[in-house]
């Protein structure tokens, strides 16, 4: 099983240059997010998908953009990156309440 | 908000040798989850052990067992017999309960020594 998908694994970027990070999971579950992790900061959440059809801001949403494509995607986009948005970018899943998350092996971005 | 304190940034540990990570938390809750998670240099985010609020036993997981002490807001992890596989990012979590996500601590880098 393929579980979490994030694609892709690395990248660089320019400043002001946009992208969209993928994300898959395979597992049908409701709940998706997206967390960065820096230095010294932990995981903080950056958007989230509690069922298909909805998002919600989460801690960090400033220059970030979401679309739940479907129940299987997740996607996050940044329109114009910063030096401030290199970070490692973390897609989780999760099918119901009672139930543990699953983390993508994430994408590590650089922005130049 | 929720909060979740990790307040060691780097701990070390002998191999087998028995370890404990600290972790505190801020919440109006009765009824919510725990969690700790291992980040090896892969970068892959593996659950270690889960604990709910409602359950007053302390959860373990072969050489992994947590101290739960509710009234305290704590939550810490020990790790008996260490290894050099036990080298690794420790992440303590906070879920609410609900379809809420995860909140996590900063961390705490332990390393083993041979």
């Known amino acids: 099983n393929a579980g979490v998908t994030q694609t892709p694994k690395f990248q660089v970027l320019k400043t002001g240059q946009s992208m969209t990070l993928q994300c898959a999971q395979d597992m049908n579950h409701n709940s998706m997010y997206w967390y960065r992790q820096d230095p010294g900061m932990g995981l903080r959440l950056i958007y989230y998908s509690a069922s298909e059809g909805t998002t919600d801001k989460g801690e960090v949403p400033n220059g970030y953009n979401v679309s739940r494509l479907n129940k299987r995607e997740f996607s996050l986009r940044l329109e114009s990156a910063a030096p401030s948005q290199t970070s490692v970018y973390f897609c989780?899943?999760?099918?119901?309440?009672?139930?543990?998350?699953?983390f993508g092996q994430g994408t590590r971005l650089t922005v130049v | 908000a929720q909060t979740v304190t990790q307040s060691q940034p780097e701990m070390s540990v002998q191999e087998a040798e028995t370890v404990t990570l600290s972790c505190t938390y801020d919440?109006?809750?009765?009824?919510?989850?725990l969690f700790w998670y291992k980040q090896p240099p892969s970068r892959q985010m593996i659950l270690v052990i889960r604990q709910e609020a409602y359950k007053q036993q302390n959860a373990t997981e072969n050489r992994f067992s947590v101290n739960f002490q509710k009234a305290a807001k704590s939550f810490s992890l020990k790790i008996s017999d260490s290894q050099l596989g036990d080298a690794a990012m420790y992440f303590c979590a906070y879920r609410a309960p609900g379809n809420t996500p995860l909140v996590f601590g900063k961390g705490t880098r332990l390393s083993v020594i041979a």
């Open positions: 989780a899943s999760r099918r119901g309440e009672e139930a543990e998350a699953f």
């Open positions: 919440t109006s809750e009765s009824d919510y989850y």
